[in-house]
């Protein structure tokens, strides 16, 4: 199976300010038809995952721009341009590539 | 509006089954490959098993598990009733999770239901 990595697995971060998190995956992630499968998934506390963010850079309908996702090949990031309150909680890349997908251990964004 | 609703989560004895379903609303159920996904009491997501849709082919197969479920866990889906089932046998302790139906196989998953529990225990 592929294994994904995230650094780091806690991030602390001040309001406002940007986040970055990273992910790699343990072989290349360009499935056969050219795409790439890299989807990241938000969980806020109590809540069930959200995704946010799907082939890479695709941002799902009513996430907020500041969310952005970039990469290829087996490097990823996600990053948040200025950090809301609301953006607290646990962040996972997962691929869906090579089957079975497989998903990252998950960052937890907290406030400072 | 898109709907996964999960039931089926009891607590079970080890070696014991259950059978959970998602029953979904709001869109072309037969369109769309479906997942399960389970989670840990605070921990991590782990994809349990998906099933492709419309008949489609991802890497050459329409079902896939992850090992750890393997020969234990069978997928399904009635398209007819717009519902997708996980059958669970030879449960371990180690299945104890928060089991979310997902929509979305190969390019996975843009709407999660709530969870249903299912606790292995003697």
């Known amino acids: 199976d592929v294994v994904m990595t995230q650094s780091p697995l806690s991030l602390p971060v001040t309001l406002g300010q940007p986040a970055s998190i990273s992910c790699r995956s343990s072989?290349?992630?360009?499935?056969?038809?050219?795409?790439?499968?890299l989807n990241w998934f938000q969980q806020r506390p109590g809540q069930s995952p959200r995704r946010l963010i799907y082939?890479?850079?695709s941002r799902d309908s009513g996430v907020p721009d500041r969310f952005s996702g970039s990469g290829s090949g087996t490097d990823f990031t996600l990053k948040i341009s200025r950090v809301e309150a609301e953006d607290v909680g646990v962040y996972y890349c997962?691929?869906?590539?090579?089957?079975?997908?497989?998903f990252g251990p998950g960052t937890k964004v907290d406030i400072k | 509006e898109v709907q996964l609703v999960e039931s089926g989560g009891a607590v079970v004895r080890p070696g014991g089954y259950l059978r959970l379903s998602c029953a979904t609303s709001g869109f072309n159920f037969d369109d769309y490959g479906m997942s399960w996904v389970r989670q840990t009491p605070g921990k991590g997501l782990e994809w349990v098993s998906g099933?492709?849709?419309?008949?489609?082919?991802?890497?050459?197969?329409?079902?896939a598990y992850a090992e750890s479920v393997k020969g234990r866990f069978t997928i399904s889906r009635d398209n007819a009733k717009n519902s997708l089932y996980l059958q669970m046998n030879s449960l371990r302790a180690e299945d104890t999770a928060l089991y979310y139906c997902a929509r979305g196989s190969s390019v996975c998953c843009d709407y999660w239901g709530q969870g249903t529990l299912v606790t292995v225990s003697s």
């Open positions: 082939k890479v850079s």
């Open positions: 997962m691929q869906g590539t090579h089957w079975p997908p497989t």
């Open positions: 072989q290349s992630l360009v499935y056969s038809d050219g795409n790439t499968y």
């Open positions: 099933i492709t849709g419309n008949g489609g082919t991802w890497n050459g197969v329409t079902i």
